[in-house]
């Protein structure tokens, strides 16, 4: 009986310690990584480009490569390419391909 009453009680003072640890600001977050230099996205250089409809995949890679940025995925069920830029002279180029319809962040996405 007394051993359950002092695991009851450890566990709340435990429990109240943790809760005001949190109110004040006492509890830390780990560090973020640094963020890499170049034009804004969701690491800095990774994007998803949207492509008009029926742009073929050989005609979406040309259009990266000739901007100056690298192709990661060429997505065959919807017309878009993830891609990676060196700089944002590789974006000015692909804003001003007739194909292009929308540049996007590539960024994580997470279940909650």
């Known amino acids: 009986m007394r051993l359950r009453h002092r695991l009851r009680i450890a566990l709340a003072l435990g429990l109240f310690v943790w809760v005001a ?6 509890v830390r977050q780990a560090p973020r990584p640094p963020r890499q230099p170049g034009p804004p996205g969701g690491d800095g250089t990774r994007f998803i480009v949207r492509f008009a409809a029926g742009t073929s995949p050989s005609n979406r890679a040309a259009s990266i490569q000739r901007a100056g940025a690298a192709l990661r995925y060429n997505y065959q ?3 878009a390419a993830a891609i990676t830029v060196p700089n944002a002279n ?3 180029g692909l804003r001003q391909d007739r194909s292009v319809l929308e540049i996007v962040p590539d960024r994580r996405i ?3």
């Not at 640890?21 to 006492?26: E, K, Y």
Request: hydrophobic letters at 45%; proline letters at 0%.
């Open 21 to 26: 640890s949190l109110a004040t600001g006492q």
């Open 77 to 79: 069920t919807i017309d």
């Open 90 to 92: 590789a974006l000015t």
């Open 110 to 112: 997470y279940a909650l």
